[in-house]
């Protein structure tokens, strides 16, 4: 095909109601910093047009291009890249231009029976999409190269949806006059870090800076790697105890996920110590109250082991709840992700909101702790003055 006739032929199609969505990448020039530009029908007053979204590094913009503009818009777009994956109602096709503008075009037939919702600000199912590739979720290993999510880690791309939403939910929580400071708190394989990163910066254009921080100096190097390679220059890494954390005089969300056992203790007392905006925190393995936990009143439950294991973690999270209530947070424990997915589907959710707390919520909350004869490690952390 001839390049001239790829831009009648694709033009054509994306307009005649058979169009999903498309991305073009590998530009031919780094020069501008443009890196892709995504294209979705819109419906406008009516009428339908496409938008296309330019990806810079810091910044997205958008253009809304009527039926009439598409040919023109979509030529200055494919001089512009070298491949093109569209997906169409029934058909999938990928497109490869040559350095001289030769068109190679693979169509393949998709059994999806989809069709474009129009709806200029439709809720997503997911903030990420299946099927739209993310340099990051290819590299991390959760998608392939063409974006499907790879069978063993579609748990993984669920939890990260999950939290991307509950941090979309967050927004308004933080400030909007300057950058925002985010930390991962024993971030690992960063599959969130990274998530949060693209959806913040990329997709939302927002000024953060992220960190992300973990024991494990090899699984940091790699992190540290892709995020050069992409070019998340707003995004590092750093291998460090969360305990000996130090290095910052303020901080506006603290995420943490699965980090195990006390980390996440840990990490609350951070937040708290920095009084960060917002703290999402879904934590893991339990083990501090299993130990401790004592109270005869409740041997009928705490008899059985399984029992009292999670007891102990149900007790735990709403023991952390509680103090970071006392601590002038407004906290929820949310479901995270359905028990069929992860049996860790607690999400602590805390905006700090500066209240005191009431001698009453003081009182209740000793008395609930003395009746477990806990010692909860993150009170201690916090040092609060109860
Ligand atoms: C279960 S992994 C979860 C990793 C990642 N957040 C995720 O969800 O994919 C827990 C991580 O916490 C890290 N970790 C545990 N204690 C830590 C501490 N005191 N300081 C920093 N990282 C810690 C571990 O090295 C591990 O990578």
Request: net charge negative; glycine share 4%.
């Amino acid at each position: 095909m001839e390049f001239e006739n790829l831009i009648t032929d694709l033009a054509h199609r994306l307009t005649d109601g058979t169009f999903v969505r498309a991305t073009f990448s590998q530009p031919r020039t780094k020069a501008d910093g443009l890196m892709r530009i995504k294209a979705k029908p819109i419906e406008l007053k009516g009428e339908l047009h496409i938008q296309f979204e330019e990806q810079f590094e810091r910044v997205l913009n958008h253009h809304n291009i009527s039926a009439a503009g598409v040919e023109l818009f979509l030529t200055n777009v494919l001089m512009r890249f070298k491949q093109v994956q569209a997906e169409f109602t029934g058909e999938t096709i990928q497109i490869q231009l040559t350095k001289k503008f030769k068109v190679s075009w693979k169509s393949s037939v998709t059994e999806s029976s989809r069709t474009a919702d129009l709806s200029h600000n439709r809720k997503k199912n997911y903030l990420l999409e299946e099927g739209t590739p993310y340099p990051f979720l290819i590299r991390l290993g959760v998608q392939t190269a063409d974006g499907r999510v790879k069978k063993q880690k579609h748990d993984k791309f669920r939890q990260i949806n999950r939290f991307i939403e509950y941090i979309d939910d967050a927004l308004s929580h933080l400030p909007k006059d300057r950058t925002v400071r985010i930390l991962d708190f024993g971030s690992g394989k960063s599959y969130l870090t990274f998530a949060l990163y693209h959806y913040l910066h990329i997709e939302k254009g927002l000024d953060i800076h992220v960190t992300g921080l973990d024991l494990k100096k090899e699984v940091i190097e790699e992190c540290s790697e892709i995020a050069r390679d992409l070019n998340y220059d707003r995004l590092e890494f750093l291998v460090g105890d969360i305990n000996d954390y130090e290095d910052e005089t303020s901080v506006d969300m603290v995420v943490t996920l699965h980090a195990c056992d006390t980390a996440t203790d840990m990490a609350l007392a951070r937040a708290v110590r920095w009084g960060a905006s917002v703290i999402l925190s879904v934590p893991c393995c339990q083990h501090e109250l299993f130990s401790q936990i004592q109270s005869p009143v409740l041997d009928v439950m705490l008899q059985h082991g399984l029992v009292k294991e999670r007891f102990s973690a149900l007790a735990t999270d709403s023991i952390r709840a509680e103090l970071l209530t006392l601590a002038g947070y407004e906290t929820q424990l949310l479901e995270f992700i359905d028990m069929a997915h992860t049996p860790k589907n607690i999400l602590i959710r805390a905006y700090h909101s500066g209240k005191q707390p009431s001698p009453e919520s003081i009182a209740r909350y000793k008395a609930f702790r003395d009746l477990l004869n806990a010692k909860p490690f993150l009170e201690n952390e916090l040092k609060l003055d109860i």
